[in-house]
């Protein structure tokens, strides 16, 4: 296996999520600015086919949906992207991301960040962000990356739209098609990533995430099994590498102390797949870890993965140019 000399990329979890609401391009400009190597697009449909810059499928969680067309949730509870135009989503205002209590009482999931309700931040399209980076990169003589999630896309496929199609079409016409060293794309679901290496031959690196079964963010796969040595060979049939959740790592402290670690990212660079966890989060510290340099350690210096998610690119950033990180990176 051949490998180059890397430093770790920091990828820009939604944007500088810690400082501003998730995926506005207020967060985007802040997080290019911080240094941030890529910044995260999570992408969903509306109702018109257009992609936009939105973790969730549902628009409650960081938007005013509820209070503007309240009418328009399912059965389910939940107002769903996909049931409303760019138009009508134009008119949502973005909010810190937000959980309700027992008697419905709305309040941010994490209150020590961008004041609660505060703002006119718009939902962004997927061409209107790439526009923004590609601006700010030409003004800073940069190359800024984009890391685009395809969110639910069997969900969109349901709905009659080839999702990883519609995805590489802005990317062409935005001229980022064919830029392999600064667009990875990213999903949960192994048939998307299959089709988009298989059937419409992209040249772009390819992200497996990979969860915990419980969170049911896919009917069929086992993400336990995709973690061990046969499911790692099969995700480097078709994908570049892997996106674990911290805690696939990190397992807590030894009776010693130290930092107790699976082997995921050794196994991992042994099929040539490059790891990237998320989300490594200032304010929301797993067990046992004092502080974020702490876990920054762990993660860059102990298990020495190959790139982070982070809400906090910043932080990240001065850690890294702080120490001499110099790691072989897996060429698939």
Known sequence: MSATKSKPIIIAHRGASGY???????????????????LEQDIVLTSDGIPIVLHDVHLEPTTDVAELFPQRERSDGHFYAIDFSLSEIRQLRVHERSIKNNQGNESAVYPGRFPFGAGAHTVPTLAEEIDLIAGLDLNLHRKTGLYIELKSP????????????????????????????????????????RHLREELHSPLPLIQLI????????????????????????????????????QHIYLGKHPSGTAKLSSLVADASEFGLQVHPYTLRRDDLPQGVADFDELLDIFLNQAQVHGLFTDFPDLVYSFRERMPFSYELPQH
Do not use: C
């Open 20 to 38: 501003l609401p998730e995926h506005t391009l207020a967060a985007k400009t802040l997080a290019h600015a911080m240094g941030a190597d890529f």
């Open 154 to 193: 069997q969900m969109h496929f349901d709905a009659g739209f080839d999702m990883a199609k519609i995805v590489l079409r802005v990317l062409q016409e935005k001229g980022y098609a064919d830029r392999p060293q600064q667009v990875y794309l990213q999903s949960f679901d192994d048939g998307v990533l």
């Open 211 to 246: 969860g915990e079964n419980s969170w049911q963010v896919h009917q069929t796969l086992d993400y336990e099994a995709m973690r061990t040595s046969n499911g790692l060979s099969k995700v480097a049939s078709y994908a570049d590498g892997i996106g674990p959740w911290l």
